[in-house]
């Protein structure tokens, strides 16, 4: 049995334990690593995973029906192929003849899509709709645990959003 303290646990205490029973550990140790690279890996992968657990919650505050599929999405070109892959970390397929895209994002404060990004994302609806043929309608929604920042771009692409508390509700 796995969750998400004991990820936290093998990844982040197991290895320093001798130093930390020791105290060994100066003081602004765990400050430091939230900065690390690593740890924000890390800390989306467990978002996500938690998010996962949430599936219903998600579902009624985008207001997307009980008959919807749930499942996620990956393509991953062949080596000699010159198209771009993506991954789809949550996707609803609705009845309704649309397919809501979720992006799930950990950041400390609230997520902001820029240019880049948003070419990005972009990009995940095309290669999804050239490898799946599908002819609904796209949404792209943000599950981001403090929220959308307000651009230019999330005005434009994102239609819906969950944030931390919706996941408790």
């Not at 978002?47 to 949430?54: G, S």
């Not at 919650?57 to 207001?63: G, V």
């Not at 994102?158 to 931390?164: K, L």
Request: proline share 2%.
């Amino acid at each position: 049995m796995i969750d998400e303290y004991t990820l936290f646990y093998l990844k982040w205490i197991e290895p320093v334990a001798n130093s930390i029973k020791r105290r060994d550990k100066e003081k602004g140790y765990w400050l430091s690593k939230q900065k690390n690279s690593s740890f924000e890996s890390w800390s989306g992968y467990a978002y996500e995973a938690i998010c996962y657990k949430y599936v219903s919650q998600i579902r009624k505050k985008l207001d997307i029906a009980q008959d919807a599929e749930i499942s996620t999405w990956r393509y991953v070109p062949r080596k000699k192929e010159l198209q771009d892959g993506a991954q789809i970390d949550l996707l609803f397929d609705r009845e309704d003849g649309a397919i809501t895209i979720c992006e799930i994002k950990y950041t400390l404060k609230p997520f902001s899509i820029d240019k880049a990004y948003a070419k990005i994302l972009l990009n995940k609806v095309e290669v999804f709709k050239a490898q799946t043929r599908t002819q609904k309608q796209i949404f792209i929604a943000m599950i981001s645990a403090h929220g959308l920042k307000k651009t230019l771009y999330s005005e434009e692409d994102v239609t819906g959003v969950v944030v931390q508390e919706d996941l408790l509700k």
